[in-house]
């Protein structure tokens, strides 16, 4: 039992968790369970659905939430859990009504950016569900628990690739000789990568209007197959390594288990902040047992290094060769990048203040991919399924309203 | 007959208009036509509807579409018109297909800051019309009219009050020894003014994806009640007064009129840009008429003058006064803010690009202000019946979700 356990009065706080069926979602539940905190989560599975819907499915399988509630239980304690989707504004003040939180994690929204990039619909979509999420979240909060911390999952991305260093969330500013402090400037790739700066924006407003409290994330690319509670509750959580819902790292490893090139979009120069879903799990912990002050707005840039697709790609090629000297080198193929963004860039980001309040790496890079290809090797099986939906398809420059009025498109 | 009406050909345009019955739409309507412009208009008639919600009207009667479109071509030529909502895609994707606009305004969003701050139902609405009608004309016009000019109207409330210049759009950054062209950040008042913020950043990467050619107006609060197009037809603009859909000007006009004290929220000392609507539906034209380069997205600080709220409301005072020497003198009567924003502070926005276009001031603040008043002394028993709505109800800081929810309220 952890000490939070043994004094639950003391720290152990009431963490709601709106998308606790997700990739961060899931082991976030079991590491705040673990700290003798209690947590009740909120989702709608639309993840799930989504996934199934182009083809693809989580590479390590998972359990239906029942089953993770009754595994988690009997290793750290039981979460509550309550289906819905986080737009429908009734149900989440019904929900803020009955737990009265002192944290709120926000990780309920469409967070994948070729799914946004597929057309008019997709794009929509993704803007309704993030936003129309986040400000029922800042009404809700002001409402019902206005002394309560909001803990908002933003990305990296919303900060693009300026060619200067990115502090965490705002900056002097001097212009004509005079100067302020103010936002830094966003510029993101993608419309997923858009609703966050919407709303980080809208966010900001609401601590202006009302005071609340609220942690803004910026988080980098997110790798990994385990926490450490996974380990022990044998409660996995989703690995997705299609176009649409995997991301860079993760996609790699599955590659090279697969016998497949790895293939970086075009250049393999873009450079991103990456950390591994141990280390994204330990941030949030730390953001929810160190509030922010009452009234404070504060972003964190959250990764823990900075690396190219290059880099990454060779570095999961170095690792998977000195675990399985007997088989064939992965290759590495630079495909037509799907994306539109620079492929050679400067990249400096700040991410001091989690250090501050202690975050440390947890296992180097080199560490978590090994961790991650015996990992995805215990499925290589379902990996020939899925390979399919590995290459991309979603293009960027392609994407098009035209499914989405089809009814008009006769006239064509 | 206008230069560009005999030479249709050479410089005359297919101009769309989405959002044509309404204050601006409507005389730039007529000036796009008296200037030889082929006009087709796009609205849903919202206005009109949310103003009588909020048992309002326009202060100045004003005709039915049918009306209009006969008065308008009985002197300019005949505008087309289609009734619908431009958060449909479809009957967007339709209209271009039909007319192929060489520029498409878009005017056709919620643009009342007091109503999106009435509480979570309204900022939500906000939010979704405004971000889905300008995300469906990115796509239609990428789909459709690739090489179309999409002139958005946003506002210079993008940018509230920094303590340093406002540039048009993009400034050089310096900061810890390097520098880049960035985006200026913003920091809007109202969830409005977010939703501009936001189609500001969604259109400036529809440009990036796609080379869009655009024009992204910052403009600021517009006054008045003529252009010249409005006098030559009798086609009257809406004139609103109340607090949720009126602007500080024309209510202090009416308020002057009816014999009520001006009200400045607060200290007054809350500095904007102004400009008149015959200059507005000037520098609409100049941008119609000098498009953007291919490719290019560009950013106009669309006002004339910056002036505080007091200042305005002592000119109206002094104008007043030497109109109508034998009546009383309006009072002013600094009521509380229902705002949440500074009272005194710096403003220095640049506004150099559209004069560089030939933009000239029209008439002088004090000329306008006389014609204002005027025209609203024809109105003076219309006042009377609006004036319990003229003084400030909404207020920022009691912005809430629980109507929104009502279902859920009976447990409190």
Not at 84 to 96: A, E, H, K, N
Not at 98 to 125: C, F, N, W
Not at 339 to 365: C, D, M
Request: some cysteine.
């Amino acid at each position: 039992m952890s000490f939070f356990g043994i004094f639950p009065c003391l720290e152990g706080k009431k963490v709601l968790i709106l998308g606790m069926d997700g990739y961060i979602g899931w082991p976030l539940a079991l590491r705040l369970l673990a700290r003798g905190h209690q947590v009740t989560g909120v989702d709608s599975f639309i993840t799930r659905r989504r996934v199934r819907e182009v083809h693809s499915d989580s590479l390590i399988p998972i359990d239906s939430m029942a089953e993770r509630i009754r595994k988690a239980s009997r290793t750290f304690g039981e979460p509550g859990f309550v289906r819905f989707d986080v737009t429908d504004p009734r149900r989440l003040y019904s929900i803020l009504e009955k737990e009265k939180p002192d944290a709120i994690v926000h990780l309920a929204e469409q967070r994948s950016a070729p799914y946004s990039m597929i057309g008019l619909k997709q794009a929509t979509e993704t803007m309704m569900k993030n936003i129309v999420s986040t400000m029922n979240l800042i009404y809700a909060t002001k409402d019902i628990v206005p002394e309560s911390h909001i803990l908002k999952l933003g990305t990296m991305g919303e900060y693009g690739t300026p060619n200067i260093d990115i502090p965490e969330g705002f900056f002097e500013v001097n212009y004509h000789g005079r100067s302020d402090t103010l936002p830094f400037p966003k510029f993101a790739g993608s419309w997923y990568h858009w609703t966050k700066v919407h709303d980080s924006n809208n966010l900001m407003f609401a601590n202006r209007l009302w005071g609340t409290a609220i942690t803004d994330v910026m988080q980098g690319v997110v790798y990994g197959t385990r926490t450490s509670e996974i380990e022990s509750s044998s409660s996995h959580t989703r690995f997705d390594i299609d176009e649409v819902w995997g991301t860079a790292l993760n996609r790699f490893c599955a590659q090279a288990i697969a016998g497949l090139p790895i293939t970086p979009y075009g250049k393999g120069g873009q450079t991103r902040g990456f950390l591994s879903l141990e280390d994204s799990v330990q941030c949030l912990t730390i953001a929810i047992e160190n509030p922010p002050k009452n009234g404070e707005y504060r972003v964190f840039n959250q990764y823990d290094e900075h690396y190219s697709v290059n880099e990454l790609a060779s570095k999961v090629v170095e690792v998977f060769s000195s675990l399985y000297p007997d088989r064939k080198k992965p290759g590495i193929l630079h495909t037509a990048n799907p994306r539109i963004e620079k492929e050679e860039h400067y990249y400096n980001p700040e991410n001091v203040k989690l250090r501050e309040l202690g975050y440390r790496t947890a296992r180097s890079l080199e560490t978590e991919i090994s961790i991650i290809l015996q990992d995805v090797m215990k499925y290589s099986g379902r990996i020939r399924r899925l390979k399919d939906v590995i290459m991309p398809r979603t293009s960027w420059k392609e994407s098009s309203g035209k499914s989405a009025v089809a009814g008009t498109e006769k006239k064509k």
